[in-house]
Every structure is written in C-alpha cells, then in structure tokens.
C-alpha cells in the first residue's frame, strides 16, 4: 500500500508530529514498507499454526509460606521517637 505526500501530511498532523518538507519524501518511503510488510503479515495463512503460550498459563514455582524470623516489633521500636500499642507514631502531614 503506497502513500501520497498528501497522507504522510495527515498522518503527522493527526500524531502531532511537526515533519520538514524536505523529509515529506523519505517518510512516504519508510511508511509505505511499513504498510507493505503489514499486508505482507496478513497474508499469511495462520489457519493451522497453534498459537503461542501465554506467559500468564505457566504454573510458577512458590516457596513455602513459612515464618523465617521472630517478631522484633519491641526491638525495632525501642530507637522510634514514638509509638504507641505497637505502631510508629508519625507527625501528621495532612490536615
């Protein structure tokens, strides 16, 4: 499918592209090759081609939800400037 000069015109407007006139030309080429790559795709029968795997189908691999380390809230909390039934007190920011 070949473009005119006056299409590569749209095409930039409408992708609010500013192109220089001098460079009209290579831009109807480049897409023109495109266009003609694209059909040359949807050419190609596809009927008994089986699709791709999805990433998303794969089972992954999870380690085991075990605790690995004890509760240190008390020793943690102990250098805060302040807290309160266990939480970190902080200064309000929103009013």
Do not use: C
């Not at 109807?28 to 090759?33: A, D, F, P, Y």
């Amino acid at each position: 499918m070949a473009l005119d000069q006056n299409q590569v015109r749209d095409i930039a407007e409408l992708a609010r592209l500013q192109i220089d006139e001098t460079q009209v030309d290579e831009y109807q080429k480049n897409l023109s090759s495109i266009l003609d790559l694209v059909d040359q795709l949807a050419a190609v029968d596809t009927a008994n081609v089986e699709p791709l795997a999805h990433p998303l189908d794969a089972v992954q691999r999870l380690r085991a939800d075990a605790v690995t380390e004890d509760n240190q809230r008390e020793h943690f909390q102990q250098v805060a400037p302040a807290t309160a039934e266990g939480y970190f007190l902080v200064p309000r920011v929103v009013e």
